[in-house]
């Protein structure tokens, strides 16, 4: 039922065949372990996996595919028949996509070298240091809703790789990154210069929890479709034992 495309052949999809859109989904999403992890070309992670069971248990047929995150969280805002996974659901979001259902929640927080002194209590104290976060996301729309300015004390990264990095580029002048605790450890075992940091603030607002949304313009009963087996699932305790199980198999792999 899935297929790895890219966004020119979606759109080439689209225009080919309304009624098609009808019936087969665009799925969107990013790199983002432990929650999507991209390898080649294919699209793993336990968020993945609660989604392609949804999907099947659905019966709805979809085509997923990775992006940067910017790119897919755009894409979706204007595609009809398109949705999009792990993204997190605020006021400001919630007119903007149909909310299928939470997947899992996120516990993020922020992170500096272990020799620097910064100390912070509150969001607002980091507001005189150099915040580093991934465009588009919640947290980069999170930090500008509290008065934090790009350019100034707000460096908006591409891809979570160069967000992990900037710590170790001093002519980058970050001083802080906002990080997710599951992300942290993989971006570890890929660079151990990363184990050189240290947690400074972790607060309740940065524990949000994350959904598959789609397209304003989806199809209702596709929508209705998706939203009954996400009911369905959690209430049976799916997305818990899926995201249980790939943690013990992470864990026994390492």
Known sequence: MIRIIGLL????????????CAQRITVLTEHLPPFQLVQSEDIGGFATQ?????FEHAKVDYDLSHHQWSDAYQYTLKTPNTCLYSTIKTPEREPLFSWVGKITDLSTALYAK???????SSLEDAKQYTVAVMKEDFFHQHLLSLGFVENENLYVSETYRTLTELLELPTRHIDLV????????????QSQSL????????????????????????DAATLTSLHDSMKVLSERGEFERIEREWHKRQHLDN
């Open 9 to 20: 052949g979606i759109a080439v999809a689209l225009l080919y065949s309304a009624k098609a």
């Open 50 to 54: 609660i989604v392609n069971k949804v």
């Open 114 to 120: 272990t020799d620097s002194d910064i100390q912070l």
């Open 178 to 189: 906002i990080i997710n605790a599951g992300h942290l450890p993989y971006r570890i075992s």
């Open 195 to 218: 184990s050189d940091l240290k947690l400074v603030l972790d607060v309740d607002e940065l524990h949000p929890d994350m959904y598959l949304a789609c397209n304003l313009k989806t």
